[in-house]
């Protein structure tokens, strides 16, 4: 009997160096070392486990206060099968800590997150600070959120991409419809073509500030609307007429008040802008 309680003390305590109190037959708290330590190479051979465990009169009391504070020790690490029997505090211990675990900032404000360098999208405070609020709510880690947040911008970019490349097509098939008709109303192509550039003159000359200067910015705005977007057809035949008289030097027969339109190169601020 002796010998199965010696062995079964080994194999299970015989790592364990301080117990708490248990209960059975405690003794006086120290003092002479109990002779049945002799029978325990973990207590014999290791003077403060044998201190520890001294107060203790027999293996038997040994041995159940040693099974008890095993019980402690081990007790916030043993899940139980039903998991429905977890506290609120250990539940919310464990999560504490999976969180911890797993990256999980302790409040909103505490995830670091940038969009791609490159990226299209943008993402204002607002937006960025509903996001963060969203992830911690759901748990989610900061390396994951980062991910999301990159898929997001991603995909936003792809989808714009594709919006704007639609969107020019559209544009450069209406140019090209545009083109058709106004070279029909011109008598042909190579009169079309110079029509509109007396037409981008025209409108160039009427690029001007407060002072009745040219000004060369408000002209590249406009001219970079006018080659992208073209100007509706509408708008060609009004201005065909104005135009082609501002060519020829003279004022339009109806509608008057443009006088003489002159071409970039007599504007030195609008030299080298007229294309």
Not at 172 to 189: A, L
Request: overall charge negative.
């Amino acid at each position: 009997m002796l010998f199965r309680v010696k062995e079964l003390f080994r194999r299970r305590f015989g790592n364990i160096h301080f117990f708490a109190d248990g209960d059975g037959d405690g003794g006086g708290g120290g003092g002479e070392t109990p002779e049945w330590h002799s029978d325990f190479p973990c207590l014999a051979d290791n003077p403060e486990a044998s201190k520890a465990m001294s107060k203790y009169k027999t293996a038997d009391a040994g041995m159940s206060a040693a099974y008890e504070a095993q019980k402690k020790i081990g007790l916030p690490f043993w899940l139980p099968d039903d998991h429905s029997k977890l506290t609120d505090d250990q539940k919310n211990e464990i999560r504490a800590n999976v969180a911890k675990m797993e990256g999980l900032p302790e409040t909103a404000d505490g995830y670091v997150l940038k969009v791609k360098e490159g990226s299209k999208t943008t993402v204002d405070d607002l937006g960025m600070a509903e996001f963060k609020v969203f992830c911690k709510e759901n748990r989610v880690s900061n390396e994951t959120a980062q991910k999301l947040l990159d898929f997001q911008t991603g995909f936003t970019d792809r989808v714009s991409a594709a919006f704007m490349a639609d969107e020019a097509q559209k544009i450069k098939d209406r140019n090209v419809e545009i083109s058709k008709q106004f070279s029909i109303d011109c008598g042909g192509e190579a009169q079309q073509v110079l029509r509109r550039e007396q037409i981008k003159t025209l409108l160039q000359s009427m690029c001007k500030d407060a002072d009745d200067k040219p000004d060369p910015k408000m002209w590249e705005d406009f001219e970079k609307q006018y080659d992208e977007k073209g100007v509706d057809l509408v708008l060609l035949r009004a201005l065909s007429k104005p135009a082609l008289a501002a060519a020829e030097g003279g004022t339009p027969a109806a509608g008057g008040g443009y006088g003489s339109a002159k071409p970039a190169s007599d504007y030195a601020e609008m030299r080298g802008k007229d294309k």
